[in-house]
């Protein structure tokens, strides 16, 4: 990527100074929140993955996705359940989850690009069941619905960065998600912008807490925190 463009998986690798700078309760918005910004960001990796097969960055790292794919196997998710992906960027997420078995699955993202590269890297590895959409998840009208399971691994972060109508975006993504599952149905998070705390008050109507999944720690100033934040709630009346 050029230099003049922001990392976009900064919380990834990151020095002290900055995680306690993620982990702060006020943030400042931030072109990471906008389509523009990840449009660049896939047009990017898709150029890169046609000229030398190379899938891009995976958000978070690999073990933010074998996290919650141990929960999963754990809390035995059967493999017919229907899972969407929020926020697919080049779908490395549902790759991992056809290869453990699941069969019912849907990928979303704003980002043209996004999706080309998505269903490029998944023809790639001959998973063409796996359906992904041209979609924003904030202005869906309804479509998304009767979701088993919903998993977000840095898309509510963007959204919370966006310059424009911040707090709108994270209100309707609550709604939205909530219209996406079904009662009972889990939503999987994870984030490095917010804390276990504010997470838990942001999806208080609508959800219940049901476990805070391990993730690294740091010692920052005589305190502890951790750098992302992972957590399952489950969709109730």
Known sequence: ?????????????ISDQEEDNCLQNDF????????DYWESVY????????DIGDVGEIWFGEESMSRV?????????????????IGTGNAAFLIELARHGYRNLMGIDYSPASVELARNVLQAEDLTDVIVKEMDF??????????????DKGTFDAISL?????EEGKELYVQTLRGAL??????????CNWTKE??????????????ELPTPSFQFGGKKGNSVTALIFKRVH
């Open 182 to 191: 079904k009662e009972g149905g889990i939503f999987a998070l994870t984030s």
């Open 69 to 85: 794919l141990h929960w999963m196997d754990k809390s035995k998710i059967p493999e017919n359940a229907a899972i969407l992906d």
């Open 162 to 166: 966006n310059p424009e109508k911040t």
């Open 138 to 151: 904030l202005n869906c009208q309804g479509e998304l619905k009767d979701f088993d399971i919903c998993i």
């Open 1 to 13: 990527m050029d230099d003049n463009i922001e990392d976009p998986h900064a919380c990834e690798n």
């Open 198 to 211: 504010q997470l838990l008050s942001r999806f208080r109507e609508g959800f219940q807490f049901e476990q």
């Open 43 to 50: 047009q990017k990796e898709l150029e890169t993955f046609k």
């Open 28 to 35: 400042k918005t931030s072109k990471l929140g906008t389509k």
